[in-house]
């Protein structure tokens, strides 16, 4: 990577050929940018009913303990997690968001004699983590576009890239940026053929959107698999995403030693009040899923109607092939006040990612674009 960065040489190798994580435009930037107002995000699959009034009231409560270092072992919030995913609490690892947690799980089993497995289109950390700390990074190829999970994992090819090197697999299910995901059994198939040497880190931070009846509940298969870590998050369905607080799911013992390299105190108090209340308003849970379920279908609707090739799927978010280079109508829908998620990064350069928002939301992006076909804006 060509730099003039001075300090450049006296990089880690691997931090040397990294390029930093792109997040979706804030609101703000945009109405800076472009001189607008009311602009609307569909870039970074939040919530768009935001955070539970019982994680505010737990977070407004909360406020005196301010001064106050937040408890490092999350004991509370642990202890909430572990009732209710009937796990114990020694399984559990908390983090900054789950990205957190990824980056954790690479820093604790991957050196630059190893080598890490990853699909290829799957969500971009995993590539970073890994590229982080020196490890190789081996990319199966994806399923290919005809296929009905296209640009999915494809087990197969995931199977075929480990070697005596390979001590981590990441499997993002549902996987993002894609929306396609695996059904249980092949999952559980792939697991288990799986040498024990191997750390699997199957991610499920949408999990709770899903509504396939084959989708698998990873967790289930913890105590059977040692070497499978589940990772998930409050930053999806739990609207916290400003909060930073995700966890993992392992055997104890990859916990413990995950423990040993998280930085201490890593989420703070008021994440950890809002995540418990969260975490049991099943009302806020049931809600976002039906409205996700509803604009889903909407906007594989109206995407379809306009022509373009909607990928299906099961997250709160959908892949978008435009037919071109995505860049004009990313472009176009910025001006109009709608901020979407161009993937070019993951090697797509006709795609654009776009977030399920509340109804008012998707009927205004779908809007946009039937003005942008219609002007010839996106030619």
């Known amino acids: 990577m060509a730099?003039?960065?001075?300090?450049?040489?006296?990089?880690?190798?691997?931090?040397?050929?990294?390029?930093?994580?792109?997040?979706?435009?804030?609101?703000?930037?945009?109405?800076?940018?472009?001189?607008?107002?009311?602009?609307?995000?569909?870039?970074?699959?939040?919530?768009?009913?935001?955070?539970?009034?019982?994680?505010?009231?737990?977070?407004?409560a909360g406020h005196h303990e301010l001064a106050l270092y937040p408890d490092g072992g999350g004991f509370h919030l642990k202890q909430a997690l572990a009732k209710k995913l009937c796990v114990e609490d020694s399984c559990i690892t908390l983090g900054n968001g789950s990205n957190d947690v990824l980056v954790l799980l690479a820093e604790t089993f991957l050196t630059g004699e190893s080598e890490a497995v990853v699909s290829q289109y799957a969500f971009v950390v995993y590539q970073l983590a890994v590229q982080a700390v020196g490890a190789t990074l081996r990319v199966a190829q994806?399923?290919?576009a005809g296929h009905r999970q296209a640009y999915g994992h494809d087990l197969e090819s995931m199977q075929s890239?480990?070697?005596?090197?390979?001590?981590?697999?990441?499997?993002?299910?549902?996987?993002?940026?894609?929306?396609?995901?695996l059904a249980s059994d092949a999952l559980e198939q792939f697991i288990g053929s799986v040498p024990d040497d191997v750390i699997i880190v199957v991610d499920?931070?949408?999990?709770?959107?899903?509504?396939?009846?084959?989708?698998?509940?990873?967790l289930e298969w913890v105590a059977r698999f040692p070497n499978l870590v589940v990772t998930r998050t409050f930053s999806k369905i739990y609207g916290l995403a400003g909060l930073r607080v995700g966890y993992s799911v392992s055997h104890p013992?990859?916990?413990?030693?995950?423990?040993?390299?998280?930085?201490?105190?890593?989420?703070?108090?008021?994440?950890q009040l809002a995540a418990i209340a969260a975490l049991s308003d099943d009302g806020h849970v049931g809600r976002s899923r039906r409205i996700n379920s509803e604009g889903l279908a909407d906007l594989e609707k109206g995407l379809s109607e306009l022509g373009f090739t909607v990928i299906p799927s099961v997250g709160n978010f959908v892949l978008?092939?435009?037919?071109?280079?995505?860049?004009?109508?990313?472009?176009?829908?910025?001006?109009?006040?709608?901020?979407?998620?161009?993937?070019?990064?993951?090697?797509?350069?006709?795609?654009?990612?776009?977030?399920?928002?509340?109804?008012?939301?998707?009927?205004?992006?779908?809007?946009?674009?039937?003005?942008?076909?219609?002007?010839g804006n996106g030619e």
């Open 3 to 60: 730099t003039d960065n001075r300090f450049e040489k006296l990089a880690a190798e691997g931090i040397r050929g990294l390029y930093p994580y792109v997040p979706g435009k804030p609101i703000d930037e945009l109405e800076r940018e472009y001189g607008i107002r009311d602009s609307v995000k569909l870039a970074s699959n939040e919530n768009p009913l935001g955070p539970p009034q019982s994680a505010i009231r737990a977070i407004t």
């Open 142 to 144: 994806a399923n290919p």
């Open 161 to 181: 890239q480990i070697t005596a090197k390979t001590r981590m697999i990441f499997i993002a299910n549902p996987n993002n940026p894609t929306g396609t995901w």
């Open 204 to 218: 499920e931070a949408y999990s709770e959107y899903v509504e396939e009846s084959a989708y698998p509940n990873a």
């Open 253 to 271: 013992d990859i916990a413990a030693l995950l423990n040993r390299v998280r930085q201490p105190f890593n989420v703070n108090s008021l994440a």
């Open 320 to 375: 978008v092939d435009m037919g071109q280079a995505a860049g004009r109508y990313y472009e176009a829908l910025l001006q109009a006040g709608v901020i979407v998620r161009p993937v070019g990064n993951y090697g797509l350069p006709n795609h654009l990612r776009i977030t399920v928002g509340l109804k008012e939301h998707n009927e205004r992006l779908l809007a946009g674009l039937e003005t942008i076909v219609s002007s």
